[in-house]
């Protein structure tokens, strides 16, 4: 199957991002992250997205960017935290090395905290992340062939336990 090498999955602030890039630069590829994608296309903010067009225009415009990167990135790519909502997107993930990063929500607030660029997360965080996660974990948990927790660990600590758990070579 053509496509990604890796696929990162997780909640919003778990740190895709940041391990996607270390991890591409470990294994010599690229990184591509499709909010980046959207930002880019868009030419505003997701949360300017969120809150003058709805969360439906910005879920659609996520499934398009999810598929288009799945097609053309060969390299790690880093998916937003809703983008397993779509059971088409979920479709798409299968057959697919996909990795889960997770963190409690206790992790999950001290990393987000009040963050206005996070518009799911905006009134109260700590019950709003648990909502969240009690609807999505098991999405997540559905696409992954691999889990890594994140809780109390660097970034470059996630990286080695993503590597790990893939049982990837790094270049």
Same mark, same amino acid.
């Given at each position: 199957?053509?496509?990604?090498?890796?696929?990162?999955?997780?909640?919003?602030?778990?740190?895709?991002?940041?391990? $996607?890039?270390?991890?591409?630069?470990?294994?010599?590829?690229?990184?591509?992250?499709?909010?980046? /994608?959207?930002?880019?296309? %868009?030419?505003?903010?997701?949360? /300017?997205?969120?809150?003058? /067009? $709805?969360?439906?225009?910005?879920?659609? &415009?996520?499934?398009?960017?999810?598929?288009?990167?799945?097609? %053309?990135?060969?390299?790690? &790519?880093?998916? +937003?935290?809703?983008?397993?909502? /779509?059971? $088409?997107?979920?479709?798409?993930?299968? +057959?697919?090395?996909?990795?889960?990063?997770?963190?409690?929500?206790?992790?999950?607030?001290?990393?987000? $905290?009040?963050?206005?660029?996070?518009?799911?997360?905006?009134?109260?965080?700590?019950? %709003?992340?648990?909502?969240?996660?009690?609807?999505?974990?098991? &999405?997540?948990?559905?696409?992954?062939?691999?889990?890594?927790?994140?809780?109390?660990?660097?970034?470059?600590?996630?990286? %080695?336990?993503?590597?790990?758990?893939?049982?990837?070579?790094?270049?």
């Amino acid at each position: 199957m053509s496509g990604p090498l890796v696929v990162l999955v997780g909640p919003m602030g778990v740190g895709k991002s940041t391990v $996607g890039r270390l991890l591409a630069e470990r294994l010599e590829v690229g990184f591509r992250d499709t909010d980046d /994608d959207i930002v880019a296309a %868009q030419g505003r903010a997701i949360a /300017d997205i969120f809150v003058e /067009d $709805g969360e439906a225009a910005f879920r659609a &415009l996520e499934k398009e960017a999810v598929a288009a990167a799945l097609a %053309q990135h060969d390299g790690v &790519l880093a998916l +937003g935290g809703g983008a397993i909502l /779509d059971a $088409g997107t979920r479709a798409l993930l299968a +057959g697919r090395r996909v990795v889960y990063l997770s963190m409690d929500v206790e992790e999950a607030v001290r990393r987000t $905290g009040l963050n206005v660029a996070r518009p799911l997360l905006a009134v109260n965080p700590r019950r %709003q992340w648990r909502e969240l996660m009690e609807a999505r974990r098991h &999405l997540y948990e559905e696409v992954a062939t691999a889990v890594v927790p994140t809780d109390r660990r660097t970034p470059e600590e996630v990286t %080695q336990a993503t590597l790990d758990a893939l049982e990837l070579k790094q270049a």
